[in-house]
């Protein structure tokens, strides 16, 4: 994240940091500037700070002057830790806003719109659900990466920093497979009767959940969820630029899986067709990319076939079925249904049931 820090120091924080609470030193020395007309830029960063050292050896982006005329420079504790939580909303803001639209407008069925249990007004809910989310969230997740970027986690630059050669590669599988077995296990305790009432009910909320339904949480929940993502680079190392690369893919898997697309036939990925499953009869498939905890923890639940053909996943008997099954384990798991289904939905209800 310190490659992520720089840039936005270089080309955001600087200025506006320096504006906000600028130095008293560089004060000084513009007053002095006035009346010595030799008073240099060099002598002031000087006064400032230490010289600049890169976040990465592939990056190299020489600050400007704002970079050496604030109180707070770019190594305080306090500046960096306000500074990540701001980029933290910001990162979670678009690539939500961005992925889950692109997802909603070209991979969403629309159909979805008329199934019995798609709330009224669904669409705003979700957004304002991960709207108050986010910046929950960035309070609990922007402390990890402070302590990233002030170097007690074992991220590395060159590829040469790496174990051993082939861990430049095998990173990726390993992160993916660590943090699916953690995830597993969370997301399966917020599941517990005296934790899901309170936390991931939330999420729950969406029967029939859209791209945006992937970060309307609780921020507690979300964040909890996440917390296996944070601790991997702290345990294991893991190559700076390819943590950003697992940050950007997390985020467009968890809007992937609740597009409601159902290509994955696989019975080993967790794609979006289990997913369903999850969000319809609430005690199955806990998993995030794979299916592999859920078949050892016997809680995998194999997609109806009826999902993978747009014709029959959108049937007035699929729908009754999953509706009579879903109504069951709903009232097993929540006790009375509060959500508000619109009166037209209560009407299209009606019919298959």
């Known amino acids: 994240m310190d490659v992520v820090l720089d840039l936005f120091e270089t080309f955001l924080f600087d200025r506006l940091y320096a504006t906000l609470l600028p130095s008293s030193k560089v004060n000084a020395t513009a007053s002095y500037a006035h009346d010595v007309a030799t008073s240099t830029f060099t002598s002031m960063r000087e006064m400032a700070t230490p010289a600049y050292q890169p976040p990465s050896q592939f990056l190299h982006i020489e600050p400007s002057k704002y970079a050496y005329m604030s109180a707070w420079p770019r190594e305080n504790l306090y500046r960096q830790g306000l500074s990540l939580y701001t980029i933290t909303c910001i990162f979670g803001f678009a690539l939500y806003f961005v992925f889950a639209s692109l997802s909603y407008y070209f991979v969403f069925d629309k159909a979805t719109f008329t199934h019995p249990k798609f709330l009224k007004n669904q669409i705003r809910l979700e957004m304002a659900q991960t709207c108050r989310s986010i910046p929950g969230m960035a309070v609990l997740t922007a402390p990890c990466f402070l302590l990233e970027v002030r170097g007690y986690s074992k991220l590395y630059d060159a590829p040469s920093d790496a174990p051993f050669a082939l861990y430049n590669l095998i990173q990726f599988p390993f992160f993916i497979l660590f943090t699916d077995a953690i995830i597993y296990w969370i997301h399966r305790g917020l599941h517990h009767p005296r934790i899901y009432k309170h936390l991931h009910k939330a999420h729950h909320k969406w029967i029939m959940p859209t791209p945006f339904a992937s970060h309307a949480f609780h921020p507690l929940d979300g964040f909890a969820q996440s917390i296996p993502y944070h601790l991997f680079p702290f345990l294991f190392p893991l ?115």
């Open 239 to 353: 190559q700076k630029f390819a943590y950003i690369a697992l940050f950007l893919f997390i985020n467009f898997w968890t809007i992937m899986i609740h597009d409601g697309e159902y290509v994955a036939t696989s019975q080993i990925i967790n794609g979006a067709a289990c997913h369903t499953m999850h969000h319809l009869y609430f005690n199955y498939n806990y998993g995030q990319f794979t299916t592999i905890w859920d078949r050892l923890g016997g809680s995998y639940r194999k997609p109806n076939e009826e999902l993978f053909s747009r014709e029959s996943k959108m049937s007035k008997t699929e729908w009754e079925r999953q509706c009579k099954e879903m109504e069951k384990l709903q009232r097993t798991v929540e006790g009375d249904d509060d959500r508000d289904y619109g009166e037209e939905m209560h009407h299209l209800q009606k019919k298959v049931t």
